[in-house]
């Protein structure tokens, strides 16, 4: 399985953008990246994905390199409820599974 | 739309029981798939079932076994706790299980073995 790298933890204050980094060189061209994060006692939850093309939905930004070698997270307004821990997860076949890394922890500062 | 329902949210049990675990996946998801939470190790993958079927397994001993109804509805069940088994269990469902498709979590099952 491909692997990621993630910084232990950020930090961020509040109402300000966040970039969360994730390098992934063993990527292949069929791996989706996937971002998922975990608040505290609670499941992972669904954040965002993408392939090739930077990606947008409510909850953020997905910005993938061009080679997409690396990829960035990017939350636009943090907010205290986005403190969790966020994993950046590379998604191929054959396999359903997600396999996670140890993540980022997201501390914001009111 | 309901989502992923883990039932029980929390359970205490003796070394050597054995326990089961249930999920319900999100009405019309196929896929649930199955993970253990430690401190330790973090997120690992357990077994992912679609259609009934298992289609893929992780690295745990034989002691955890799963299985999914024709409603999709899934159980897991692990035989002689030991105490390295005290962990949070979560389920996750998605439509299919393509790498193109999201997964929505349960709350997880918190397993304590004393």
């Known amino acids: 399985d491909a692997k990621t790298t993630q910084p232990n933890s950020m930090e961020s204050n509040e109402e300000e953008p966040v970039h969360l980094p994730c390098n992934h060189s063993?990527?292949?061209?069929?791996?989706?990246i996937h971002w998922y994060r975990q608040l505290p006692s609670q499941g992972p939850e669904y954040v965002i994905h993408?392939?090739?093309s930077n990606v947008n939905n409510r909850m953020a930004s997905l910005a993938i390199a061009e080679d997409r070698k690396s990829s960035t997270l990017i939350l636009h307004r943090a907010t205290l409820r986005d403190a969790a821990v966020y994993y950046c997860?590379?998604?191929?076949?054959?396999?359903?599974?997600?396999?996670f890394g140890k993540g980022t922890k997201l501390s914001v500062k009111p | 739309k309901a989502g992923v329902t883990q039932t029980p949210r929390y359970l205490i049990k003796t070394r050597g029981q054995q326990v089961t675990l249930s999920c319900s996946p999100i009405?019309?998801?196929?896929?649930v798939s199955w993970y253990q939470q430690t401190p330790g190790q973090g997120l690992q993958f357990l077994f992912e079932?679609?259609?009934?079927?298992?289609?893929n397994k992780g690295n745990f001993p034989g002691r955890f076994s799963g299985r999914q109804f024709s409603n999709s509805r899934s159980e897991m069940n692990v035989s002689t706790l030991e105490l390295g088994d005290s962990a949070l269990y979560l389920c996750?469902?998605?439509?299919?299980?393509?790498?193109?498709?999201?997964?929505?979590f349960g709350q997880g099952t918190r397993l304590t073995v004393v």
């Open positions: 993408g392939l090739t």
């Open positions: 079932y679609f259609s009934e079927t298992q289609r």
């Open positions: 997860i590379l998604r191929g076949p054959p396999q359903g599974n997600l396999i």
């Open positions: 996750a469902s998605s439509l299919d299980s393509s790498r193109d498709t999201e997964a929505f």
């Open positions: 009405s019309g998801h196929r896929s």
């Open positions: 063993t990527i292949s061209g069929t791996d989706y």
